[in-house]
């Protein structure tokens, strides 16, 4: 009899430590994670695009860690850091994305470098914005003057203590720089949170292809020979696909109507100031499709490889277009700045003015041959008091 407990026993001890080795240990899949986000993805390109084009070529970044000097903590002053993000949100609100979107100062200038030339301050340094319509944060470099500083300048070197929030400071922005050029996406956060805790939510881009999920819980974790070879199989299977999508497009630059010749790679193009344009992969990637709101339509889309673009523009590349204002689209229902034919204007700018155009859901893009579909929803424009044409 007492065998038999003992074998019970045992039996038991046995199946105990089983279970709790199996319990210590943890079981998954490997996988790449954030493989939604791209270095080189479209929309940070036409980003980076619409950026550069708000400024000559003229007004590059000088070699400011060689001929700059670190600005002292005692220069920092407040209002004039208010006066400075007040004048750079405003020239950031000119990119096309980003008109209509709330920009906030996240974290404000810092890595500051300055030199003093003439009476003038030249000054660089990086901001982190917040888009909080189309929830992200960049981190900018700017490149700014500062006219006429010995004006708001104390004989110590110290910014003036009267400089307030109103104070007329001639401010020259000479270049931004897009210094995030991978997904900064961010979590949306609650009121309650704060920025600074937001700041800190970023989606994290796996660049070095690490097996997931990482060390965290203490427990052994066990990675079979399978599981590699299945995690090296997928590893080359990104090589071979970003070796197949570098490089594919084309150089332009506005003066010169088609692409330019003889330039292969995106890096030989930026060397001679040239705008870098790809095929986008879907109509989602063109910058006016169905943002004509007002009444069911698809224009704007992609075809035959270029998108398609409101009247009057002219497109440079598949996707990019002239920042010329004589060259920007054309609306229907203008107020004011008419052209002659019927209700169209260079007003599409100033629809986005709710209390200017109500009425108007979007600006009233008009595209080449949407007098058919326009007239087939009749009904939804006339009780906006729209007109057709």
């Known amino acids: 009899m007492m065998i038999y407990?003992?074998?019970?026993?045992?039996?038991?001890?046995?199946?105990?430590?089983?279970?709790?080795?199996?319990?210590?240990?943890?079981?998954?899949?490997?996988?790449?994670?954030?493989?939604?986000?791209n270095i080189e993805d479209d929309k940070n390109v036409s980003e980076i695009e619409s950026i550069k084009r708000l400024f000559d070529d003229?007004?590059?970044?000088?070699?400011?860690?060689?001929?700059?000097?670190?600005?002292?903590?005692?220069?920092?002053?407040?209002?004039?850091?208010?006066?400075?993000?007040?004048?750079i949100l405003k020239r950031i609100s000119d990119i096309y994305s980003y008109k209509n979107s709330k920009l906030v100062v996240v974290?404000?200038?810092?890595?500051?470098?300055?030199?003093?030339?003439?009476?003038?301050?030249?000054?660089?340094?990086?901001?982190?914005?917040?888009?909080?319509?189309?929830?992200?944060?960049?981190?900018?470099?700017?490149?700014?003057?500062?006219?006429?500083?010995?004006?708001?300048?104390?004989?110590?070197?110290?910014?003036?203590?009267q400089l307030s929030e109103n104070s007329?400071?001639?401010?020259?922005?000479?270049?931004?720089?897009l210094q995030t050029p991978h997904s900064t996406t961010v979590k949306p956060m609650e009121d309650s949170i704060g920025y600074e805790n937001f700041y800190n939510y970023y989606n994290i881009l796996n660049k070095h292809h690490?097996?997931?999920?990482?060390?965290?819980?203490?427990?052994?974790?066990?990675?079979?020979?399978?599981?590699?070879?299945?995690f090296n199989l997928e590893l080359q299977r990104k090589k071979l696909e970003n070796q197949v999508t570098k490089d594919v497009?084309?150089?332009?630059?506005?003066?010169?109507?088609?692409?330019?010749?003889?330039?292969?790679?995106?890096?030989e193009c930026l060397v001679v100031s040239g705008i870098w344009d790809t095929v986008p992969k879907d109509s989602s990637l063109c910058p006016f499709y169905k943002k004509n709101?007002?009444?069911?339509?698809?224009?704007?889309?992609?075809?035959?490889?270029?998108?398609?673009?409101?009247?009057?523009?002219?497109?440079?590349?598949?996707?990019?277009?002239?920042?010329?204002?004589?060259?920007?689209?054309?609306?229907?229902?203008c107020k004011d700045n008419l052209i002659g034919k019927g209700s169209l204007g260079l007003c599409c700018d100033d629809q986005n003015d709710k209390e200017k155009y109500p009425l108007l859901l979007s600006p009233d893009y008009a595209f080449e041959n949407d007098t058919t579909i326009r007239s087939k929803y009749y009904d939804i424009l006339s009780l906006k008091k729209l007109d057709l044409n």
């Not at 007329?168 to 720089?177: D, G, S």
């Not at 999920?213 to 590699?228: A, F, Q, W």
């Not at 698809?298 to 002239?322: Q, T, V």
Request: hydrophobic share 35%; charged share 25%; aromatic share 14%.
């Open 5 to 37: 407990i003992l074998i019970i026993i045992s039996l038991l001890l046995f199946l105990f430590r089983l279970k709790e080795s199996f319990i210590s240990k943890e079981f998954f899949n490997v996988t790449f994670y954030n493989d939604n986000i």
């Open 58 to 87: 003229s007004n590059q970044f000088p070699d400011y860690k060689n001929t700059f000097e670190k600005e002292p903590v005692f220069q920092h002053n407040k209002f004039l850091e208010i006066i400075i993000t007040n004048n």
């Open 107 to 161: 974290k404000n200038m810092y890595n500051r470098y300055f030199v003093d030339k003439l009476d003038d301050r030249h000054l660089i340094f990086d901001l982190d914005i917040k888009n909080e319509t189309l929830q992200w944060i960049h981190t900018f470099k700017f490149y700014i003057v500062i006219k006429n500083i010995k004006n708001i300048l104390l004989d110590t070197g110290e910014y003036t203590p």
């Open 168 to 177: 007329n400071v001639n401010i020259e922005i000479k270049q931004i720089t």
């Open 210 to 230: 690490l097996m997931d999920p990482y060390l965290t819980s203490g427990k052994d974790m066990i990675i079979t020979n399978e599981m590699r070879n299945l």
């Open 249 to 267: 497009g084309n150089c332009y630059k506005t003066e010169i109507s088609g692409a330019i010749e003889n330039i292969d790679t995106k890096k």
């Open 293 to 333: 709101t007002n009444y069911p339509n698809n224009f704007g889309a992609l075809n035959s490889d270029f998108c398609e673009l409101p009247l009057n523009m002219e497109r440079i590349g598949n996707r990019f277009y002239n920042l010329d204002p004589k060259k920007g689209p054309l609306c229907y229902n």
